[in-house]
């Protein structure tokens, strides 16, 4: 049988039966329609501020005024302050009736069930009514067809009232993105979503900047917190280039803070050089995940990261580095470095051989040769190899009568690679034992079978 | 709304929901080798339909419109792929435990390996192999060169033929 045949009859043997599905064909009508409706909002929105724009110098500047004022925020911006606006420890409201009261003070865009975002430090307190009517007017969910988890951000609207009340609204931007005011799941929630994102960007243009919003960044913050989904690439004011390496051992990003002025050139190239259209191509190799993760004068974490040679951000767009920018970029990943995994009496066993591959990787044999127990004879490293790859199968401790202390055997699938030539795996056998200093080191390596894949 | 658009609107519906009845498990099955999980495929296949639904009118004949629907399924699912606010990123190496891991457990090896391609050759090899389209209707559907697709599916083959997953054992 040809590997062409055997992939057509295993990939036919290999679906399950669908399950039924009869309200499919409903689904996907309301689903075009949702995406209909949501096509008609953003237009309606976007030619709404197209009005604003012609409207507002006549209002501000009728006397004929060459540089008119900018607007004042039109609620009472001054009286309320962000703490006033909170989000809720309690998490949302489950109960209670299913339409916010005019009046707000404020809201507040907080974390929900879902991806982590992070949320903005500021409260919207200008146009809260526009975002409340928008809630309200939201149909209610017909669940009968069945919603399925496309995985995506959640969030909550904490509204706080005069009284000091607060009113929560709960969003899914995934399945059928519910929208839960009290005790009714209405729909579209990607719609208050968009609109407090736009609102809040619109009364931040009116404000400055708070004094004590946060004007560092580290590689970890973006996996901990999340992105701002209000902040922008070409905002930030400060920034670190991430490089993420591929390695076997658990390390994390290497990191390197870029000077103001390299900045100020990186995002300028970037004004100059960016594409809306130009997509990257689906698949590449390259060595390292890099990005630039930055924070903006708002304190909000953003980033543009680099995938097959262009850098991309969150909203499509794609830059193509010019000469000088490559300089900077090229020296920020020098700096960065590569990983260089340590090993200690807490590592494992499991960790000390995925720090002997890391290292032969990086081209550091005498690191990897100090991975090796010093009594065991002769480190037995490889010669001739472009990459190892290494893949854990199991783990066992050995009898006590082995000669070695707490003696270990890792079982994994090892290859060493040379270049682009097909090497297939072997079970590999690693045994280690703790030295002097109660670290693991290797004893022995033995090269097993090989593992005959595919056909 | 006049009766004659009424009229026409629920035609279409009618029409609509009896080819969904007809083609909707195909399509299910080719977004299931896509996506290896059973909520992913369904949601795969309802967005196609939906994107694909304003279509129907403007489309004569089933066929056409079938391919109408793999065509946006494919390229919706490269588009997920490439949808960075999912919280995805894309990569050549799948992790060792795919999201769709109970389906992957159930299904058996040969779905492990797919779900370590990088999803353009994993949508070449289900074109290819599972839908039987030759080389150049597969790069119609994917909207990509003839070329493109002859190299994607040599390097999805070697990596299947590489893989760990598929041990002769399996194969008896």
């Keep these: 049988m040809t590997d062409d045949q055997w992939l057509r009859d295993h990939l036919t043997s290999s679906v399950p039966e669908p399950p039924s599905a009869p309200g499919r064909a409903d689904a996907a009508r309301r689903r075009a329609r949702a995406a209909r409706r949501r096509t008609a909002a953003v237009v309606a929105t976007a030619g709404a501020v197209a009005v604003v724009a012609v409207v507002a110098p006549l209002a501000l500047g009728g006397s004929g005024s060459s540089s008119p004022a900018p607007a004042a925020p039109t609620t009472s911006a001054t009286t309320v302050t962000p703490e006033d606006v909170a989000c809720p420890a309690g998490g949302t409201q489950p109960e209670g009736p299913g339409t916010l009261p005019d009046g707000a003070v404020g809201v507040r865009l907080c974390q929900g069930s879902g991806m982590t975002f992070q949320g903005p430090a500021d409260a919207l307190v200008t146009d809260v009514d526009a975002l409340i009517d928008l809630v309200n007017e939201q149909p209610v969910l017909d669940m009968s067809g069945g919603c399925t988890m496309e995985l995506g951000r959640g969030y909550v609207l904490a509204f706080a009232y005069p009284d000091g009340s607060i009113r929560t609204v709960a969003g899914q931007l995934y399945g059928c993105e ?46 901990d917190l999340g992105l701002s989904p209000v902040g922008r690439a070409g905002e930030m004011t400060s920034a670190v280039l991430c490089a993420n390496y591929e390695t076997a051992s658990d390390q994390g990003p290497q990191q390197a803070a870029v000077p103001a002025d390299d900045l100020a050139i990186l995002l300028a190239d970037r004004v ?22 930055g ?35 090229d020296r920020l990943v020098e700096e960065a470095g590569s990983p260089t995994p340590t090993v200690d009496a807490g590592s494992s066993a499991e960790d000390v051989v995925a720090a002997y591959v890391d290292l032969l990787n990086a081209g550091d044999r005498s690191g990897a040769a100090a991975l090796w127990h010093p009594v065991a004879g002769p480190p037995d490293l490889p010669t001739m190899y472009s990459r190892v790859d290494y893949k854990v199968e199991g783990v066992k401790s050995l009898p006590r009568i082995s000669a070695w202390r707490d003696a270990t ?37 033995q090269l097993g079978d090989v593992v005959e894949t595919g056909r | 709304m006049d009766g004659a658009v009424v009229a026409r609107e629920q035609r279409s519906s ?63 699912y490269v588009s997920w792929w490439r949808r960075r606010w999912t919280g995805e990123r894309p990569t050549e190496d799948l992790p060792e ?34 839908e039987d389209l030759t080389e150049r209707q597969a790069a119609e559907v994917l909207g990509c060169s003839v070329g493109t697709v002859k190299s994607q599916t040599a390097r999805a083959m070697t990596a299947l033929r590489s893989s760990p997953s598929l041990r002769p054992e399996e194969d008896a």
């Design chain 1, 272 to 293: 100059a050089r960016r594409r809306d259209t130009a997509a990257p191509p689906e698949s590449c190799s390259q060595p390292a995940d890099l990005r630039l993760l």
């Design chain 1, 178 to 223: 519910p929208l839960t005011v009290g005790g009714v799941v209405r729909s579209n929630a990607e719609l208050p979503w968009n609109r407090f994102n736009t609102l809040l960007a619109a009364q931040r243009r009116e404000l400055d900047p708070p004094g004590d919003a946060t004007t560092t960044v580290s590689c970890g913050d973006a996996a």
């Design chain 2, 14 to 76: 009618t029409s609509f929901d009896g080819f969904v009845a007809a083609r909707g498990d195909a399509l299910w099955r080719s977004a299931w080798l896509l996506t290896g999980d059973s909520h992913l495929a369904e949601d795969l296949v309802q967005t196609a339909l939906a994107k694909s639904w304003r279509a129907w009118d403007r489309i004569d004949d089933e066929g056409g419109f079938e391919a109408y629907v793999r065509r946006v399924l494919y390229t919706t």
């Design chain 2, 97 to 130: 435990t795919a999201s769709a891991a109970p389906d992957l457990a159930l299904r058996g090896d040969l779905t492990t390996a797919l779900a370590r391609l990088p999803r353009g050759q994993r949508a070449v090899v289900v074109l290819r192999y599972f």
């Design chain 1, 295 to 329: 924070v903006t004068a708002w304190g909000d974490v953003t980033e543009t990261y680099l995938w097959c040679g262009l850098w991309s951000d969150e909203r499509g767009h794609y830059w193509r580095p010019g000469a000088d920018a490559q300089r900077i970029l």
């Design chain 1, 409 to 445: 055997l890792v079982r994994a699938l090892y290859r060493e690679q040379i270049r682009d030539a097909y090497v297939p795996y072997r079970e590999t056998s690693f045994t280690l034992g703790r030295d002097e200093e109660g670290v693991f080191r290797i004893v022995s390596m």
